[in-house]
């Protein structure tokens, strides 16, 4: 299965020597090529995926949606591949199996370190200022407050995905900043655990099944788990909202200027941020408009990162 998402880089040479190595047809005429260059790129298919930070069944329907739009608006086929965790969308992108990829802050930053010539290039109106929620199940006793809920120092606590941003990097970050710079490994009188799998959901889950007693995930996901789901309205309570910070981010491959033409990567941009209004391509990301986004958007990213020693500068 995994060869048939394999990326088409460099389709002119691979035809190239296609046509040299069937048969040593050294007659070809130099329109034969260009014909069978164009006919590879006509076929080559644009690869879409996604950061799993909720159910699969869920981000995959919502995902085929967007696929789709895409391929009508770019006039080239297009299909959502599932990454299994934060990990894999980012090792799905640096080895050219994926073009495109709803990242969240950090793993974007990974990616674009590891495929040089990446680029963000769109962002939900809300990604600018976004925020995380520290949750908290009400047996706690806890209520929401303005101020750094120090008192969790000593319940269970649960991040999300180890490669999270708002589930995990810019939690640990505020939590440092709010406790004289010691880790959270060191600072909680239990070590803090993860979600491996489930993304923003299965903290939800956790804190509302009293796994854990507190946790930390992003805002949208809470506020519609909310609105949507009794055994998390019931259950938890927002005990802390963190200050703004950047996080998701469309990232596209360099290589789908070879594979797809020239200026291919501005159409992507262009066909994203004219979404329409209320579409399921909105909604496969839960936001309500696309604007567009650069890499230097997330240097403040990369910088806490490094800091907290998540990635290498």
Known sequence: MLKRHLFRVGLAA????????????????PDSNND???????????YISAIPDEKITDQKAKFDKLAEYLSEKLGVPAEFVFSKDYADSVTKFKNGEVHLVWFGGLSGVQARMAVEGSQAIAQG???????????????????ESADFPAAIKDMT?????????SGRLMPTFFIMQNNGGVAPDEWFATEPGYQATGGHVATA??????????GALNYKTYDSLVAEDPKIAENTVKIWTTPFYADYNFTIHPEVEKAFGEGFIGKVQTALI??????????????????????EDFDGIKETAVKLGLIDS
């Open 14 to 29: 691979v035809t190239a020597l296609a046509i040299v190595g069937c048969g040593g047809d050294d007659a070809a005429t």
């Open 36 to 46: 069978s260059a164009s006919s590879d790129a006509a076929e080559a298919t644009l």
């Open 125 to 143: 109106k809300a990604d600018p200022k976004y925020k995380s929620y520290f949750i908290a199940n009400k047996s706690t006793g806890l209520k």
């Open 157 to 165: 606590f649960t991040f999300g995905s180890p490669g999270s941003t």
């Open 205 to 214: 889950n956790a804190v509302a099944d009293g796994t854990y007693q507190t």
């Open 274 to 295: 004219e979404a329409p209004a209320d579409s399921d391509t909105l909604k496969a990301i839960n936001r309500e408009a696309i604007i567009p986004a650069k890499n």
